[in-house]
Nanobody
Framework: QVQLVESGGGSVQSGGSLRLSCEYS?????????MGWFRQALDAPGKEREA???????????YYADSVKGRFTISQDNAKNTMYLQMNSLKPEDTAMYYC?????????????????WGHGTQVTVSS
C-alpha cells in the first residue's frame, strides 16, 4: 500500500521561501516510480489541479511547469524515502493546496491523470 504524507506548508509573504516534504512508504524497494508535486487553488471554482514538478526515482530526471521554472526545485532523498520541493521567490499566484503524487512507469510526468497515488495535501498561502 503506497502512502504519501506532505508537510511544510504555511503562510509567507511574496518573495519568501518554503520547503515542502513528501514522505513515502509502500514501494521503497521499487525504483521505477515517478513522483510529482501538483497544486490546486481550492478557493477558485473551476480551477483544476495542475502540475508543478516531477522527478523519476531511478535516475533523478526532473520536469517543471513553466510557471515555476527557475524558482522551484524538486529533489529526493531515497535513503530517507522523502521528496522535497524548494520554493523560492514565491508569488501570490502560487497560493494553493500542494499535493504529492506517485505511480509506476509514468510516461508523462506532468500529467495529473498519470498518477494513482496521492497525499492529502499541504496548504501554501502567499500574501502580497
Amino acid at each position: 500500500q503506497v502512502q504519501l504524507v506532505e508537510s511544510g506548508g504555511g503562510s509567507v509573504q511574496s518573495g519568501g521561501s518554503l520547503r515542502l516534504s513528501c514522505e513515502y512508504s509502500g514501494y521503497t524497494e521499487n525504483r521505477h516510480y515517478c513522483m510529482g508535486w501538483f497544486r490546486q487553488a481550492l478557493d477558485a471554482p473551476g480551477k483544476e489541479r495542475e502540475a508543478v514538478a516531477a522527478i523519476y526515482r531511478d535516475d533523478g530526471r526532473t520536469y517543471y511547469a513553466d510557471s515555476v521554472k527557475g524558482r522551484f526545485t524538486i529533489s529526493q532523498d531515497n535513503a530517507k524515502n522523502t521528496m522535497y520541493l524548494q520554493m523560492n521567490s514565491l508569488k501570490p499566484e502560487d497560493t494553493a493546496m500542494y499535493y504529492c503524487a506517485a505511480d509506476l512507469w509514468v510516461a508523462y510526468p506532468l500529467r495529473v491523470s498519470e498518477y494513482n497515488y496521492w497525499g492529502h495535501g499541504t496548504q501554501v498561502t502567499v500574501s502580497s
